[in-house]
């Protein structure tokens, strides 16, 4: 069974980080893209980073760009959002989603419907 396995969320002001965590189990880690995307409150779901774990090559949200950081350790078979600088409006409930190399292109990588697999949400909550 594919399983993902998101964590690391919690409340932390305005300027400070988290760090989250997405461990995925019952696939062959580098031949997935895994992203993260987050949700808040009344509004959809939107992409936020995705990484090629083939090609190590990494896409941001323009949202985030500059703030995010995403990276894995294959190691482990996880995959980590380094969050810095967090807003409030950062505030959401955050997914690992994962499928399989040669389905998602950057073009369509912040496009839920394209990923098979889903991780349980964590949510962050940045006060001001």
């Known amino acids: 069974d594919v399983q993902l396995q998101a964590s690391g969320g919690g409340l932390v002001q305005a300027g400070g980080s988290l760090r989250l965590s997405c461990a995925v189990s019952?696939?062959?880690?580098?031949?997935?893209?895994i992203g993260w995307f987050r949700q808040a409150p009344g509004k959809e779901r939107e992409g936020v980073s995705y990484?090629?774990?083939?090609?190590?090559?990494?896409v941001y949200a323009a949202s985030v760009e500059g703030r995010f950081t995403i990276s894995s350790d294959n190691a482990k078979n996880t995959v980590y959002l380094q969050m810095d600088s967090l807003k409030p409006e950062d505030t959401a409930l955050y997914y690992c989603?994962?499928?399989?190399?040669?389905?998602?292109?950057?073009?369509?990588?912040?496009?839920?419907?394209?990923?098979?697999?889903w991780g349980q949400g964590t949510q962050v909550t940045v006060s001001s």
């Open positions: 989603a994962a499928d399989p190399l040669g389905t998602i292109i950057p073009a369509v990588a912040f496009l839920s419907s394209y990923y098979d697999y």
């Open positions: 019952g696939f062959t880690f580098n031949e997935y893209v």
């Open positions: 990484i090629n774990m083939q090609t190590g090559s990494t």
